[in-house]
């Protein structure tokens, strides 16, 4: 496969902007092979209007060709083979064993909605019969089922190549639902999306899906906003960053018709320790916290940045129990130079405001972009008093909040913005306490933990990765998981339809054996 | 039941603001008793507080309890008896018949609510459980269900005194769904909406909800806005105009934490006659229609306020059917004297850009707001050089479009914008043009009809009363049948949950024998 530095309008290479740029290996610094074309006007008009073409005929496809064309993406990305690992771990810096188990997470995530489309009963049919002899009115014939958006954007993540890019949870699900889907490459990964992108466009073509189901353009921040606001689009997906997500939600609910936004933007993810937990298995919770916020070089949006304990002698405990674990922690290239500096500059501010716990060993500075893992404490009352400590820091870093008690804990954590998730250890010496700190994790995230750590995203039919703003525009709903499916559509009744013209899900002989609500009751039986 | 003219701040009668006013009579023009007291800023605060409160505690009520909350307001406003009908009535001047229908529909929305409660399978519960032993990874235990979202905003309707205002759709299904609502009681039957209040209050107290799980103000733009943006509002819920919807709907989604908005704002309800249903039945279609624009004096959402067909001989026949059965009609008494104007407004427009097909009887003018139904008649390209005649009239007003042939057809389609319904009239002679037409109406509308009149909406499980923007702004979801509930809900998910710490919902033993999805199908088993 070859790396163009086209932008993939449907089908069709496209190069005719001026405008280059190319992938930079944060290992090395040095500039990697293939120049990256800018999206110009003209073309982004062009994709848009292909994308649009592409919605009428994508829909008149077969439930069974739409899931086929899914796991052929599946397919066709696994035929790249090495050469696409390779760039990807050079563009990411991400080690070869993490990339290999994202590849095959987002070809399992493409084969999950295959499968979720085949068994059907997702698109919600709902069907209430006629009584014509009803009085004073007649009782119509309704059904109503999910009906794709129409096209949807999607920004992928640096911190995903796979599974959250070109061919991530956003797309996958965006095609699942039956929307075309224009994907803006990430600039860290450019070389990994054309070739995803590539592979997508391949499987398009095998399996006859219409010029346009897909697009991938390489776009600055004008033309990608320009994207948002064309009424052709009528959703958007994105990952990143709380600023770019808010850039893209003000332009598309501004626009003279709004359209949804799911943007996961960040999140600190808090774990509260509470005081039996902590006395029990201090040294513990320590080493599987260090874990949790070293994975990946901490470039997770569920990486745990906040804890809060009570200050105990066990707090001792448990703090000399965690330096033992990050000091052993090597360093780490980061996925750029940029987020690399930021990550700095937030350990910088949090030196100035919280006391230093423990760091991981130093390393020279050889000029690699290679984070060193550092953990903070403050207390409560001085965390409280700055709101700025609750922010994300992109990175291998952590702020333990000591509280005096667990009312403190507890009015930390209602200050906290949204979160992706919120994890509680507790034991039966903390049931005491349990009960308003776990109402106030639902109240503020979208997964709450009994134990454990919050990295590691189960891809499931119960999996929620979403939850309240800032974590994402759209608390409704879920990234990750079937349920993700759900992000696209919206629901469309037909009253008094013939059969004939009714969709297969809302015939009466049930032709796909669908789970529907008929009549007030769930059934797979003929109406 | 005395109207007190107070704002109804939970369970506590308030009247500190200086600002007041009356309800008039739109059939006499005559000043209404009661006086209406500005809800103060001061008083608003304490609103949202007494809901924030109140959300914490509805949520510990069991199912069951907020069931019989449902039922026993639907009892309360039935006890209100006569005197309610007696407001109701002088306020906005409809008929004892329609507002007796209206109140039973919605007293039947609470009941349906609660029935939807006690089956419980809405809340969407999802299990994955746990692999231990899974590689490289062990699976977690995942669980996850709706939830509410908290305190809700409704504005109410002017045209549904009962069923879209206090105790209306967006009420109950928020009540429903857990969340407290704060309702802006509409200052066209301000006396009506204090009095369902009450009835919900006193509902609260017998059933021993919180005080703040209900609350009604009177209020100005301003101060309706002010809560908009106050923090502790979760959603919005709206029936209205586009301004009024929109100044909503901007002010909600750039809040620091935007929140989602369901404005129902505005639709003309496209009406497509194919030739070969009207060479059939041009009489008949006529008449029908003509029962249909003039029902409630033409003041429904989804009145048909368009009409396509081709312009053959046949479309004399109907034009001259439609004249007949309009002729007829008896001017009746609009909602008030502002939408009366607006109507008489629209009217003056269309006249200058349109020919007048048919108007009903003209009355004498005796100062009554008494619309007269106009129908008017424009060529298909006339039709698309001006933008302003596929806006709504709110009114007893109709514009028929004539067309060369269906392609005309579906071109007018493709420029509107999104609709509450619409509708197609066809028989087998139209086979040939319908496909492409039927797209379209999905394409544009929340719920397609093939033939019969869109006004009249069944309250039921398929019934999908929303549309793409700007019928609404959240073409996602429904504001009236049981899929309404999902508005005001997200998800949540537990991660390896002990038992005793998960909802009902979501434990083993599935108390609540509800369907859900474990480890991938639909069961109703126990884990």
Tied chains: 1, 2.
């Excluded at 035929?79 to 070869?96: I, K, N, Q, W």
């Excluded at 059907?120 to 004073?136: E, F, H, L």
């Excluded at 500096?341 to 350990?347: D, I, K, P, S, Y």
């Amino acid at each position: 496969m070859t790396i163009t530095g086209n932008n993939l309008i449907g089908n069709t290479l496209s190069a005719t902007g001026s405008e280059i740029f190319a992938a930079v290996n944060p290992s090395t610094g040095a500039l990697l092979p293939g120049q990256f074309h800018l999206v110009t006007v003209a073309e982004a008009t062009a994709v848009t209007a292909k994308a649009t073409a592409a919605f009428k005929l994508y829909n008149k496809k077969s439930i069974e060709d739409r899931a086929v064309f899914l796991e052929t993406i599946a397919e066709e990305i696994l035929a790249a083979g090495d050469e696409l690992l390779d760039r990807a771990m050079a563009e990411s810096g991400l080690p070869a064993a993490r990339l290999t188990g994202e590849r095959g997470r987002t070809m399992m995530q493409l084969k999950m909605f295959a499968q979720l489309l085949r068994e059907g009963s997702w698109v919600d049919a709902r069907i209430d019969t006629a009584i014509p002899d009803r009085q004073p009115l007649p009782k119509p014939d309704l059904r109503s089922m999910l009906t794709p958006l129409g096209p949807v954007m999607v920004f992928g993540a640096s911190n995903f190549p796979f599974a959250y890019s070109a061919a991530g949870g956003d797309t996958a699900s965006a095609l699942a639902a039956g929307c075309p889907v224009i994907v803006k490459a990430h600039p860290l990964h450019p070389g990994t999306d054309e070739m995803v992108g590539q592979a997508i466009i391949s499987a398009a073509k095998k399996t006859n899906m219409p010029d346009g189901v897909f697009s991938l353009v390489f776009s600055n921040e004008t033309t990608a906003i320009q994207l948002v606001k064309d009424p052709a689009i009528k959703a958007i997906g994105f990952t990143g960053s709380r600023k770019g997500g808010m850039a893209i939600f003000d332009a598309a609910v501004n626009r003279a018709e709004p359209i949804p936004v799911y943007a996961e933007m960040s999140a600190v993810n808090p774990v509260i320790l509470l005081p039996g937990a902590v006395a029990a298995n201090a040294a513990g919770i320590a080493q599987g916290f260090a874990a949790s916020v070293c994975m990946g070089v901490g470039q997770f949006c569920t990486n745990p940045g906040l804890v809060f304990m009570v200050d105990d002698d066990n707090t001792k405990i448990f703090l000399r129990s965690l330096s033992e674990n990050i000091e052993k922690i090597t360093p780490a290239t980061m996925l750029s130079k940029g987020i690399y500096t930021a990550c700095n500059n937030g350990v910088e501010q949090l030196k100035a405001a919280a006391t230093l716990a423990t760091e991981s060993k130093a390393i020279p500075d050889t000029g690699k972009t290679e984070a060193v893992p550092h953990i903070f404490s403050v207390a409560q009352k001085d965390f409280m008093a700055n709101k700025s400590l609750s922010q994300e820091v992109f990175g291998p870093v952590s702020l333990v909040v000591l509280c005096k008690n667990t009312d403190e804990i507890c009015e930390a954590l209602q200050g906290l913005e949204g979160q992706l998730t919120a994890t509680v250890h507790a034991n039966a010496d903390d049931e005491a306490y349990l009960s308003p700190v776990i109402d106030l994790m639902k109240e503020k995230a979208g997964r709450v933990l009994f134990g454990g750590f919050p990295t590691g995203v189960e891809v499931c039919d119960a999996m929620v990765h979403g939850g309240p703003f800032p974590a994402t525009t759209d608390s409704r709903t879920t990234s990750v998981g079937t349920a993700a499916i759900l992000r696209f559509v919206r629901p469309v009744a037909y009253q008094n339809f013939p059969q004939p013209l009714l969709p297969e899900a809302l015939k009466d002989n049930n032709p796909l054996k669908i789970l529907r609500i008929v009549n007030g009751s769930y059934s797979r039986e003929t109406v």
